[in-house]
T-cell receptor
Framework: RKEVEQDPGPFNVPEGATVAFNCTYS??????FFWYRQDCRKEPKLLMS???SGNEDGRFTAQLNRASQYISLLIRDSKLSDSATYLC????????????FGSGTQLTVLP | NAGVTQTPKFQVLKTGQSMTLQCAQD?????MSWYRQDPGMGLRLIHY???????DQGEVPNGYNVSRSTTEDFPLRLLSAAPSQTSVYFC??????????????FGDGTRLSIL
């Protein structure tokens, strides 16, 4: 079983739609959680950190459920520019910032 | 701001050749790391360094060496290239503050093909 699992998609949604991505992690010692965005053939870039209480950044909302070892990302009012692969990333406690990446969920926003 | 700079951007090697992928950062970050990205597998950690003179193995270290003689540079050496090492390689850096969720800053990547 992969340590971080994501639905690979692809998710094809119309502009303006709301889309949700899910991620599960297997290591209960995981301490920090992130969503990264990766455009085609580009480097990953941090989209947002995920906090236990949930957090929001504009149209993006991230949720963490430690009991279920589950992370989610909600994108509201999708834009064409949101088309990318979204990577779920976890950091294990005491791991000197060793990040474990999910394989990503591909999103295409259609006009 | 240059950020994290990787060279070369593309490289084709023959099986058995050796080469060094260069990575440099100008942000005075203590932590640097190398990942490889293969289709359907996400990024996997090869080696990392928490400061000059200190390196350690990640998830997939076999066939690769690293050194960290300065804070700025973290080269990755392929000792004897194999087709299984065909991949996209990313170098990343971040600050050494363990108490916060510090983002990893990635270079543009090196696309490496081994024939």
């Amino acid at each position: 079983r992969k340590e971080v699992e994501q639905d690979p998609g692809p998710f094809n949604v119309p502009e303006g739609a709301t889309v949700a991505f899910n991620c599960t992690y297997s290591n209960s010692a995981s301490q920090s959680f992130f969503w990264y965005r990766q455009d085609c053939r580009k480097e990953p870039k941090l989209l947002m950190s995920v906090y236990s209480s949930g957090n929001e950044d504009g149209r993006f909302t991230a949720q963490l459920n430690r009991a279920s070892q589950y992370i989610s990302l909600l994108i509201r009012d999708s834009k064409l520019s949101d088309s990318a692969t979204y990577l779920c990333v976890v950091n294990r406690r005491g791991s000197a910032r060793q990040l474990t990446f999910g394989s990503g969920t591909q999103l295409t926003v259609l006009p | 701001n240059a950020g994290v700079t990787q060279t070369p951007k593309f490289q084709v090697l023959k099986t058995g050749q050796s080469m060094t992928l260069q990575c440099a950062q100008d942000m005075n970050h203590e932590y640097m790391s190398w990942y490889r990205q293969d289709p359907g597998m996400g990024l996997r950690l090869i080696h990392y360094s928490v400061g000059a003179g200190i390196t350690d193995q990640g998830e997939v270290p076999n066939g690769y060496n690293v050194s960290r003689s300065t804070t700025e540079d973290f080269p990755l050496r392929l000792l004897s290239a194999a087709p299984s090492q065909t991949s996209v390689y990313f170098c990343a850096s971040s600050t050494g503050n363990r108490g916060n969720n510090q983002p990893q800053h990635f270079g543009d990547g090196t696309r490496l093909s081994i024939l």
